[in-house]
T-cell receptor, first 112, second 110 residues
């Protein structure tokens, strides 16, 4: 697998608090993605990036924002966490010439 | 919007039996990918199919892409306990985004 890491791996937070998840890749991949995975829904795209400072919304972007100031880092922010955002969050990246997405290990987020 | 449906949601098989999961898209796809996620793990890319009618094999796994590029299947022959996990299809429509199916969770009973 490509060198893609996520931090933190686990987080418990309270409703209304801001949360930032970090994705870091060492493959110089152009594209990066944030997904959430929930039972019965598979993987749903939250936001994606097609270059530094170039991002766009995915299927379930409400309540989330992202930033990409460097090729290797893609941050996902929950401005004010809600219980419906309890989920497993996966980051993925891919190079420009390949369709293969490489996934990070995931972050388990619990919003109480 | 774009939807990719996948069935069945769950499948329990005896070791040695075959397994098939099916994927259907509401729109024509530019390509379809398959991923496997082991329990507690992350999705791992298996294969990409691009051409209409494509059939590709990886050892005991056979992947097909329909003529209309709207459906796909993954067939595993003679399942083994190492095949346990959730299999996802993911369709791409050409906008660099993948739409994942809901996955089929395979349990293999020894």
């Amino acid at each position: 697998d490509a060198g893609i890491t996520q931090s933190p791996r686990h987080k418990v937070t309270e409703t209304g608090t801001p949360v930032t998840l970090r994705c870091h890749q060492t493959e110089n991949h152009r594209y990066m993605y944030w997904y959430r995975q929930d039972p019965g829904h598979g993987l749903r795209l939250i936001h994606y990036s097609y270059g530094v400072k170039d991002t766009d919304k995915g299927e379930v972007s409400d309540g989330y924002s992202v930033s990409r100031s460097k090729t290797e880092d893609f941050l996902l922010t929950l401005e004010s966490a809600t219980s419906s955002q309890t989920s497993v969050y996966f980051c993925a990246s891919r190079g420009g010439d390949s369709a293969t997405q490489y996934f990070g290990p995931g972050t388990r987020l619990l919003v109480l | 919007g774009q939807q990719v449906m996948q069935i069945p949601q769950y499948q329990h098989v005896q070791e040695g039996e075959d397994f098939t999961t099916y994927c259907n898209s509401s729109t024509t796809l530019s390509n379809i990918q398959w991923y496997k996620q082991r329990p507690g793990g992350h999705p791992v890319f298996l294969i990409q199919l691009v051409k209409s009618g494509d059939v590709k094999k990886q050892k005991r796994l056979t992947f097909q892409f329909g003529e209309a590029k709207k459906n796909s299947s993954l067939h595993i022959t003679a399942t083994q306990t190492t095949d346990v996990g959730t299999y996802f299809c993911a369709g791409e429509t050409g906008a660099n985004n993948l739409f994942f199916g809901t996955g089929t969770r395979l349990t293999v009973i020894p």
